[in-house]
């Protein structure tokens, strides 16, 4: 079973710029969630997505959106980028039912490493 | 919304030396999960735990969770530098995970 697949691994964007991260979840995995990771916050939420619609969303501003495509392949957009965006996102999928109460573990892809300058 | 605290942030010890990790969450969990991610790769999910007052054991890595379901611990028994990396615990939050600021363990030989 292939696992997790994010696109592109490594990204330089230019302050100001919007970029877009792919990330296909395992076979028969509906859930995927979206994941930044800093040195400075560790791991942090950013949404999940369930059967093409947002399930669950963090504490980042409007500039940061995702979705999500009938085979469960999601994006997420960041628009007017900033340096603090910097950072390694990550995506993850599980398998879930669509209340969530039978979440399992999260099987995370490689990430994709964004740097702004 | 919850909070996961984890502790400490940092821990060098010597190869064969314990270590353990705490995590304090902020509400009651329904469960807890542990990832461990090494330098330059990505979490992989070691364990969960669902039981209030669980213990689980992998080999050298004993998972307990508190009989109030609001704290747990990894403790690894006589580390290898193969032990080295991140190790984070993760309460569920419906279909989110909110995980802890993560334990970086180094292991000197």
């Known amino acids: 079973k292939a696992g997790v697949t994010q696109t592109p691994r490594y990204l330089i964007k230019t302050r100001g710029q919007q970029v877009t991260l792919s990330c296909s979840p395992i076979?028969?995995?509906?859930?995927v969630s979206w994941y930044q990771q800093t040195p400075g916050q560790g791991l942090q939420f950013l949404f999940e997505?369930?059967?093409?619609?947002?399930?669950n969303k963090g504490n980042f501003p409007g500039r940061f959106s995702g979705r999500q495509f009938s085979n469960s392949r999601s994006e997420m957009n960041v628009s007017t980028l900033e340096l603090g965006d910097s950072a390694l996102y990550l995506c993850?999928?599980?398998?879930?039912?669509?209340?969530?109460?039978?979440?399992?573990?999260?099987?995370f892809g490689q990430g994709t490493r964004l740097t702004v300058v | 919304g919850q909070q996961v605290m984890q502790i400490p942030q940092y821990q060098h010890v010597q190869e064969g030396e314990d270590f353990t990790t705490y995590c304090n969450s902020s509400?009651?969990?329904?469960?807890i999960q542990w990832y461990k991610q090494r330098p330059g790769g990505h979490p992989v999910f070691l364990i969960q735990?669902?039981?209030?007052?669980e213990v689980k054991k992998q080999k050298r890595l004993t998972f307990q969770f508190g009989e109030a379901k609001k704290n747990s611990s990894l403790h690894i028994t006589a580390t290898q530098t193969t032990d080295v990396g991140t190790y984070f615990c993760?309460?569920?939050?419906?279909?989110?995970?909110?995980f802890g600021q993560g334990t970086e363990l180094s292991v000197k030989p």
């Open positions: 076979s028969g995995h509906r859930s």
């Open positions: 993760a309460g569920r939050e419906g279909g989110k995970l909110i």
């Open positions: 993850a999928s599980s398998s879930s039912d669509r209340d969530a109460f039978m979440n399992t573990e999260a099987f």
């Open positions: 509400t009651t969990l329904s469960n």
């Open positions: 997505y369930f059967s093409e619609t947002q399930r």
């Open positions: 735990l669902v039981k209030s007052g």
